[in-house]
């Protein structure tokens, strides 16, 4: 049975006359990272803002950790990491200086804590540059830090690699997927880029106004998306069932105005024609498809796409 750490049932934001999360379902399942991939706008930073408890809900449901958030603060928070939008760091001082306080006031860290968070994002350990002379990948990397201070078990990043150049996004990539990978912990990342979250995460959720108009694995996503023959047909259902029973063929999906799509590049097209005609279904055409992620995420989002 798969654990949901995340859970959100039917949860809506309404903004004036907006709803700018719109009865959304999130399932974000324990020891894996979700990419909730939307554009500018989309709603991501309001659903993570309304599940750590910084901003309201209109309606709907959030449990975490199998917990419902209302009323049990004090349980759930101390077990989240997170950064959304930039971190409070003082300026004038140094990184260590910035994450030791940090782990004061929270009061749970170890004795190594900042060293050991600063190793894991890279960032040199009682170094003397001063927040404010940080390079904009650095102060990424140091509100990563502060996040995983406290070794929490779920970690919430929006948007942690924006602004960051190739070189940047690769390295924060790297270091994420380890956490997940070597930690265990579960990974919540937004982007509004589709390369990005594609590289990085095991589930994807993808927003767009408001709505998750898809949530599925990155392996069943780039399945679906793969070479498929797409076959138009008389009667789909009756094809359907011809091509499981007569051929064996059980990876397709039938689509709207007599179009099938099986998922499979290499059949044999012949014989498929054959058995179906003698079945009396007309074939009346059969090509070779391949869609990539972009092309799905273009159609899903109504054709305006995602980065
Ligand atoms: N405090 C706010 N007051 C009014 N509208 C807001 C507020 N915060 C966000 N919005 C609106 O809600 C929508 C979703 O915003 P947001 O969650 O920040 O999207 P994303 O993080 O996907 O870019 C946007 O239309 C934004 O303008
Ligand atoms: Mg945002």
Redesign the pocket.
């Known amino acids: 049975m798969t654990k949901n750490i995340i859970e959100t049932k039917n949860l809506t934001?309404i903004?004036?006359e907006?709803k700018?999360?719109d009865n959304v379902n999130l399932h974000v399942q324990k020891g894996r990272i979700y990419g909730l991939l939307?554009?500018?706008?989309?709603?991501?930073?309001?659903?993570?803002?309304m599940i750590l408890g910084l901003?309201t809900t209109n309606s709907g449901e959030i449990t975490v950790f199998g917990n419902s958030i209302t009323g049990n603060e004090k349980l759930i928070y101390p077990r989240i990491g997170a950064i959304i939008e930039t971190p409070g760091f003082y300026p004038n001082l140094t990184g260590t200086e910035n994450l030791e306080i940090f782990a004061k006031l929270r009061g749970t860290a170890k004795p190594d804590a900042v060293k050991h968070a600063l190793e894991i994002v890279g960032l040199p350990y009682k170094d003397k540059k001063v927040f404010s002379k940080y390079s904009l990948g650095m102060k990424q990397r140091l509100g990563i830090a502060n996040a995983i201070l406290h070794e929490p078990e779920l970690l919430i990043l929006?948007?942690p690699t924006n602004g960051l150049d190739p070189i940047g996004i690769a390295e924060v990539r790297k270091f994420i997927r380890n956490l997940c990978n070597e930690r265990g912990i579960t990974i919540l990342i937004?982007s509004?880029i589709l390369s990005e979250i594609a590289l990085l995460a095991d589930d994807i959720g993808i927003?767009h106004n408001?709505v998750l108009l898809e949530e599925n694995s990155l392996a069943h996503l780039q399945k679906m998306n793969d070479k498929y023959v797409q076959l138009e047909v008389s009667d789909t259902a009756r094809a359907a069932v011809i091509l499981e029973q007569k051929l064996g063929i059980s990876e397709y999906s039938v689509q709207a105005d007599n179009i099938l799509r099986i998922y499979k590049a290499h059949i044999d097209m012949a014989l498929v024609n054959k058995t179906l005609m003698l079945e009396n279904i007309s074939v009346i055409s059969s090509q070779l498809c391949n869609d990539t992620l972009e092309d799905y995420f273009k159609k899903i989002t109504g054709g305006e796409g995602i980065a």
């Open positions: 934001k903004y004036g907006q700018v999360v939307g554009r500018n706008g989309a709603g991501k930073t309001t659903i993570m803002k901003t929006d948007e937004s509004h927003i408001g």
